[in-house]
DNA sequence: GTAAATATGTTATAACATAACATTTCAATT
DNA sequence: AATTGAAATGTTATGTTATAACATATTTAC
């Protein structure tokens, strides 16, 4: 049986590794499979994937677009009352420190890592049409980045690289393709 | 006589080419030669650098530190009452529009281009020690973004690019040499 | 001068985020 | 199983950033 998974991969570069979401992915093996690796990570961690902080990343992956905080804080239901903001902003530090997902600063949302696990700064591809991010992980950016901050005698730390634009899917030429 | 800029610039790459401003130059030139660039591109392009549009520019370069829409705010005096959060934005949004500063948006935060007129994308260095940030220019970094972007099938239209780490000036090696 | 376009004033509110402190839950130790 | 300290959550209030909507004033073109 073939994966279920269906990316647009135009892998002509060996350095860069993409992941944008097909249109008619199996996005339930997205979700179960990230919700899979959370456990395992936070199990192997010792440190406590709570029912808020799972409930919240389960949000952050019902779709591929980011999502903000008080989106999840709609959808967080609590048995009794709504939960205030800082329920929702804790565990979004948790997930962020635990690098189960990223924060879009160009949006002020959060989004799914889609590898945690591998320490790594984010870089994304974000579609200015459907909204959907996705993120890159592209060797020559990061060495790009190094070069350039080394020759102006400054040490990176923590890079923001996020590129708005249009994505395959999204593309005039592959509108009418097929879609639905 | 010497030119009276003062910058930092250790230029071994050729793609390359930064401006972190160094402790001790001259930043009345900063300004005034800002400020020229802004009334000659504006009269250039006809568009109209009002009294509150040059406020907000120049105290935009009061420094090389990414300034808050509010703290501009706060120092934007209109003669009688406290101008509100429409007239700072309006003219932030201005500024913007004709390429004189750039929203910094891991900081909520504006800085003066350095290079108006030449339409690009910025590319920020960020210390998060002292503050200051640095637009940085580097094809190479432009180059792989673009790569590893078209790989993925996806068209960059608006890049955002805001590496924050620690800048020459205020780097342990540095800092006994000599700074006041 | 009149009209249209541009810019600013003004009021209100939306959207995003955190400080501070009380209470509960959890896990280790006795 | 009670004690206890740490971690997590609840709760209230407020801080910070940004925009909507509509009124008024200023500039420019005719
Ligand atoms: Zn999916
Ligand atoms: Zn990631
Ligand atoms: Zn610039
Ligand atoms: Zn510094």
Chains 1, 2 share one sequence.
Not at 63 to 91: C, E, F, M, W
Request: proline share 4%; aromatic share 6%.
């Amino acid at each position: 049986m073939a994966p279920s998974y269906r990316y647009t991969e135009t892998s002509k570069s060996s350095s860069a590794s993409t992941m944008f979401p097909d249109h008619e992915h199996d996005h339930g093996k997205c979700v179960s499979s990230a919700m899979q690796r959370a456990e395992d990570l936070c199990a192997e961690r010792s440190v406590r994937l709570t029912d808020i902080r799972r409930q919240v990343l389960e949000l952050v992956w019902q779709s591929h677009n980011p999502v903000g905080a008080y989106d999840l804080l709609d959808n967080l239901h609590g048995i009794g009352k709504r939960a205030q903001p800082p329920t929702v902003y804790r565990a979004l530090e948790f997930l962020m420190d635990q690098g189960l997902i990223h924060r879009i600063e160009s949006l002020n949302a959060y989004i799914g890592c889609r590898d945690p696990g591998e320490d790594h700064a984010g870089q994304f591809l974000i579609c200015r049409d459907c909204g959907a991010a996705a993120e890159l992980v592209d060797k020559r950016i990061d060495a790009a980045i190094g070069q350039g901050a080394k020759a102006a005698g400054f040490s990176v730390e923590h890079p923001t690289v996020e590129l708005e634009g249009v994505c395959a899917n999204c593309r005039p030429e592959h509108k009418g393709t097929k879609h639905g």
